[in-house]
């Protein structure tokens, strides 16, 4: 047992990490619980927290996901539904165009559309924290259909630019894609969708 | 050598295909000759067109394509652009949603996203045949652009209904995702993209 691991100690914040990638794996996001995964890593719930904040958090970090999508959501999010689609891709494309994003952002995509069980975990993480957010942001009945369009066009878009580098949408600058792609957002969110 | 070769040998289709196959992933789409592939299958060229037709028959059937984009391209380009969007939308869930096209698509959405050379095989091949070919159909300076944007929206699509799962998209009837969908890719083609 390794309980009494304090946040100074070497390597604890990577034990954390790598008890929450096997937790995650083994039983998806939903079903896995910050207790559980201090339990694996030996240490209390209170250190998970204090590194991670929620279990968002870490997923994100487990996952070394290129951004944490409720730091980037909620402040979108809170300004309003107007414009919403276009800032959403600006802000997208402001992330994932820095250098060190690059890396992560492709492993992710091959993450999700692979075999391993991190396919099924992502599924669930994208469904609850990216999806799910945005979903509760809308007032409409199809709420979530409407989400999952977003996300249609999001990891398209992600695909397109930054893995299989389709020419010439791997190249264009940012104000091209923003008035190409954010009308396209702005109506799933809000538009007639009939 | 194997030349001689005749339609009815057995093993001669898949000999072409294995050759295809080993010549595309070391060379890529656009620079694999039909010549080249008969040549290391050891058949005459028109045995190769006499199975697949075109160069883009001979991919389809190397990378076990689920569709053969120029049949299905072909005549909804031939109809016009008006309700383009709307129509492709309509045909590829048609043949997505087959059974038979399941394995294939997701195999394929894995092969584009994947490290191998197959990826970059790939996108040499949608470039010149899905892409070029709507691209050639539209009449504006930014058709590859246009077209581009369809391919990220299509890809997005795929991902999100057959490989990710993403609710309530993969679950959606086709003519909600043709009235949402569609608009988008009808935009994309001929409508204002600033």
Do not use: N
Request: proline residues 6%; hydrophobic residues 45%.
């Amino acid at each position: 047992m390794k309980r009494g691991r304090r946040p100074g100690d070497a390597g604890t914040r990577e034990a954390i990490v790598a008890a929450a990638r096997t937790r995650f794996a083994a039983h998806g996001y939903a079903r896995s619980r910050i207790r559980d995964i201090a339990a694996d890593a030996g240490v209390d719930p209170a250190l998970v927290h204090y590194f991670f904040g929620t279990k968002a958090g870490l997923f994100a970090a487990a996952m070394a996901l290129p951004f944490r999508p409720a730091e980037v959501l909620g402040p979108l999010l809170e300004e309003g539904l107007d414009g919403l689609g276009e800032r959403l891709v600006r802000r997208l494309l402001g992330i994932w165009d820095a250098p060190e994003s690059r890396e992560p952002l492709v492993a992710l995509a091959r993450s999700v559309t692979g075999h391993d069980p991190a396919a099924a975990t992502m599924r669930g993480f994208v469904e609850s924290e990216i999806a799910g957010r945005i979903a509760r942001a809308l007032p409409a009945p199809d709420a979530r259909l409407r989400a999952s369009l977003v996300g249609s066009q999001v990891i398209g878009l992600v695909l397109a630019r930054y893995v299989i580098g389709l020419a010439p949408l791997a190249k264009a600058d940012h104000d091209e894609l923003v008035a190409a792609v954010g009308p396209t957002l702005q109506r799933y969110l809000t538009g007639d969708l009939r």
